[in-house]
């Protein structure tokens, strides 16, 4: 059984930073990439960007390109997401996800809990 | 972008079969993934590659795709099924992920 476990509800004031975390066990860190998808309240999900935990390559949405960073610590098998100068439309639940390929197919095949972030003043 | 369109709801009595719809430009070209996600709950995979189930997933669960529209087929369905679900692809053009819109299935 593949774990991946989040970090703890946020709430921070428009125009802070926030850091998420999603420690992975039960399998090779290194060996499968890590997305981070997101639901705002009452909407879908919304694919943010993807990190190859092996080099540290990134790929980011192009709506979130400027304000994002993805990071990976293999020594603890885990995942970051930070999201700078937030925004009111931030608000939403944040997941990370394994990212598996498969002869040039990318799917998600095992989900973290997901972090609340509200971002109210 | 790509883009995935998804009916927004769908509905099916208890005991019989329900279809969702995934519609893209020459879909059947990408490989297709649906996820279910209850509510309050993290998305589950259900099938992959067009048509594969994980591990744990029932047989009534089975997905297709060809042409320009891909479909999740849930037979048999139970009060437990009720949920929304997205489909998902590979953009190879972006390398990106995309999801469709979701679709809620009600069970009556």
């Known amino acids: 059984q593949v774990y991946l476990v989040q970090s703890g509800p946020e709430v921070k004031s428009p125009g802070a930073s926030v850091k998420v975390s999603c420690k992975t066990s039960a399998y090779t860190f290194s060996g499968y990439g890590i997305s981070w998808v997101r639901q705002a309240p009452g909407q879908g999900l919304e694919w943010m960007g993807w990190?190859?935990?092996?080099?540290?390559?990134?790929k980011f949405a192009q709506s979130l390109q400027d304000r994002v960073s993805m990071t990976a610590d293999t020594a603890t098998s885990t995942a970051y997401l930070e999201l700078r100068s937030l925004r009111s439309d931030d608000t939403a639940l944040y997941f990370c996800a394994r990212d598996r390929s498969r002869d040039g197919s990318y799917y998600f095949d095992s989900w973290g809990q997901g972090t609340l972030v509200t971002v109210s003043s | 972008s790509y883009v995935l369109t998804q009916p927004p709801s769908v509905s099916v009595a208890p005991g019989q079969t329900a279809s969702i719809s995934c519609g893209g430009d020459n879909i059947g070209s990408y490989s297709l993934h649906w996820y279910q996600q209850r509510p309050g709950q993290a998305p589950v995979l259900v099938v992959h590659?067009?048509?594969a189930r994980p591990s744990g997933i029932p047989a009534r669960f089975s997905g297709a795709n060809s042409g320009n529209t891909a479909t999740l087929t849930i037979s048999r369905v139970e009060a437990g099924d009720e949920a929304d679900y997205y489909c998902q692809v590979w953009d190879r053009s972006s390398d990106h992920r995309v999801f469709g819109g979701g679709t809620k299935l009600t069970v009556l």
């Open positions: 990190i190859n935990t092996y080099n540290g390559n990134t």
């Open positions: 590659d067009d048509s």
